[in-house]
């Protein structure tokens, strides 16, 4: 079993930049692939990115290309989102989550863990 906490949200401007964290606060997902999501008020959550525990290979949403960046930590286990050029419609609740497989569609597939969320609020 396994819990999981993300940090870094916050509220910056346009433009500006944030780095979210997730980390197992509880149990081990070191061999765990490891996808971002975030949902916005009123909206369906919307997959981000996801990094196969190796880091070799990761996925990105078409709106968040060029400016998200996923990787990780595997000797500290912590898995980062690096966002840059934020934009008014990248607020929302981020969500970390994790599986012990990184194949298959990241917007259906079932996910083993969830964190709770942190939130990004970018003011235009």
């Known amino acids: 079993q396994a819990q999981l906490l993300e940090s870094g949200g916050g509220l910056v401007q346009a433009g500006g930049s944030l780095r979210l964290s997730c980390a197992a606060s509880?149990?081990?997902?070191?061999?765990?692939?490891v996808a971002w999501f975030r949902q916005a008020p009123g909206k369906e959550r919307e997959f981000v990115a996801a990094i196969a525990w190796s880091g070799f290979a990761t996925q990105y949403a078409d709106s968040v290309k060029g400016r998200f960046t996923i990787s990780r930590d595997n000797v500290n286990t912590i898995i980062y989102l690096q966002m840059n050029m934020l934009r008014p419609e990248d607020t929302a609740v981020y969500s970390c989550?994790?599986?012990?497989?990184?194949?298959?569609?990241?917007?259906?597939?079932?996910?083993?863990?969830w964190g709770q969320g942190t939130q990004v609020i970018v003011a235009s």
């Open positions: 989550a994790a599986d012990p497989t990184y194949g298959g569609s990241w917007h259906d597939k079932p996910i083993k863990y």
């Open positions: 509880t149990g081990d997902i070191s061999s765990y692939a």
